[in-house]
């Protein structure tokens, strides 16, 4: 009698296999096997779940326009990590204060520079060369290193902006669709009140509003000053400027959250009249359990499409606002405020504007692209059609040999 690795083999090949569906199955059986680690016997009690992943990266695997999706999203979350320590010059070095002409240099230029710093106490003098690969910035900033030292800025606002704003959506349309009556209301009316407001006039308004009073706060407290420097890579000097790059943060948090109000309370209402939830009542489970554990995972599906698409609107809303000043301030590293210096010199410096702007478009192209794909792949309908497929393609494969 076969093994139950034999047995799981043997279902796992009865489909056509390409390379990237062995390699996600791998992936996929790693992250098994370290959930396991955490919640014992998690992968036995799980086997259903496993294969619906492993179908959906099928899916995936099968669309050339989420696969370039997912390449572009994973170089803008490589380079949003390490991109800070690739960088050939640190984003507060200026060039143009040891040589005037890097000032706006052409891409592809190469300069020499005589630098004077002072090191452990003592004064340093060397000579040294940059090549602006893209050009330089007005202060003679190296484009490609503001580039990848922005990809940080970005990255940390997209992942806590999302992270925050859907997630307080998300428990207010739970709780709102969940009890319904007064407390629907409440809520409702409140999340009308945020939608009725043009919500990019919100956030420019609370962007303008907010510096101040954060960066009372941040000097105020010398643990929030250290955590916002390392999370965003920046140098202590720098600590002066972060009350405009939070109220950014804070501004955008406030506006994105009605939105997923009202998709959680929409969906909940027709979750909550399953039989499984009525059931789930009747054995006395506490309500927090059916709402976090019961109904949230049965309507996620769209939540997550729309938190996809959003990470792609939250970079092209950050880099709006840096663009009208409400941003990062000069040298805290942004793509935004990059274009805002090259309005101010274009075309002669259409570097300045070009560049930022295609690695702006190029993520959020990603974004959208894995948002469209997940949005297909998250569809039961389209998962069973594609396991009939391969099943089909595998037994005729046989046939044939």
Same mark, same amino acid.
């Given at each position: ?149 922005? !990809?940080?800025? +970005?990255?940390? $606002?997209?992942?806590?902006? &999302? *992270? ?6 998300? %428990?207010? /349309? ?104 009525? !059931?789930?009542? +009747?054995?006395? $489970?506490?309500?927090?359990? &059916? *709402? ?6 049965? %309507?996620? /599906? ?100």
């Amino acid at each position: 009698m076969p093994d139950k690795r034999t047995a799981e083999y043997e279902e796992r090949e009865e489909y056509e296999m390409s390379v990237l569906d062995r390699l996600s199955d791998r992936l996929i059986d790693w992250l098994a096997a370290f959930i396991t680690l955490f919640r014992k016997d998690w992968r036995r009690r799980n086997q259903s779940k496993i294969k619906e992943w492993k179908l959906m990266a099928y899916a995936i695997n099968r669309s050339p326009p989420t696969l370039l999706g997912v390449v572009i999203v994973i170089v803008y979350i490589f380079f949003g990590i390490f991109g800070p320590y690739l960088v050939s010059w640190s984003y507060d070095f200026f060039p143009i204060l040891y040589n005037t002409s890097t000032q706006l240099a052409h891409p592809g230029t190469t300069y020499f520079l005589n630098v004077t710093t002072i090191e452990n106490g003592h004064i340093v003098q060397y000579t040294t060369h940059i090549h602006f690969l893209l050009g330089s910035d007005v202060s003679g900033r190296d484009i490609v290193s503001i580039l990848l030292a922005g !990809a940080r800025t +970005a990255l940390v $606002l997209d992942i806590f902006i &999302i *992270l925050i704003g859907p997630t307080i959506g998300i %428990i207010l /349309g739970l709780i709102s669709g969940y009890y319904g009556g007064a407390v629907d209301e409440t809520i409702m009316r409140i999340t009308d009140m945020f939608l009725a407001f043009p919500a990019l006039i919100l956030a420019i308004a609370l962007s303008a509003v907010l510096p101040g009073r954060i960066q009372e706060f941040l000097n105020s407290h010398s643990w929030a000053q250290t955590l916002t420097l390392k999370l965003f890579a920046l140098h202590a000097r720098d600590v002066n400027n972060l009350g405009k790059l939070l109220a950014v943060f804070v501004a955008l948090v406030v506006v994105w959250w009605p939105g997923y109000a009202r998709v959680a309370r929409g969906s909940t209402l027709t979750e909550k009249e399953n039989l499984y939830v009525e !059931a789930a009542r +009747a054995v006395g $489970l506490p309500t927090r359990t &059916i *709402l976090f554990r019961h109904i949230l995972p049965n %309507i996620i /599906g769209p939540i997550l499409v729309m938190i996809t698409m959003d990470f792609g609107g939250v970079i092209l809303t950050e880099a709006g606002l840096s663009f009208l000043g409400l941003g990062a301030v000069p040298p805290i590293p942004d793509w935004g405020n990059l274009i805002n210096q090259g309005s101010q010199y274009f075309p002669q410096a259409w570097w300045l504007v070009a560049f930022p702007g295609i690695v702006i478009v190029t993520v959020v192209l990603g974004w959208n692209l894995l948002g469209d794909g997940l949005r297909d792949v998250l569809d039961p309908r389209t998962r069973r059609s594609l396991e009939f497929k391969l099943k089909k393609k595998a037994r005729g494969g046989e046939e044939n040999a």
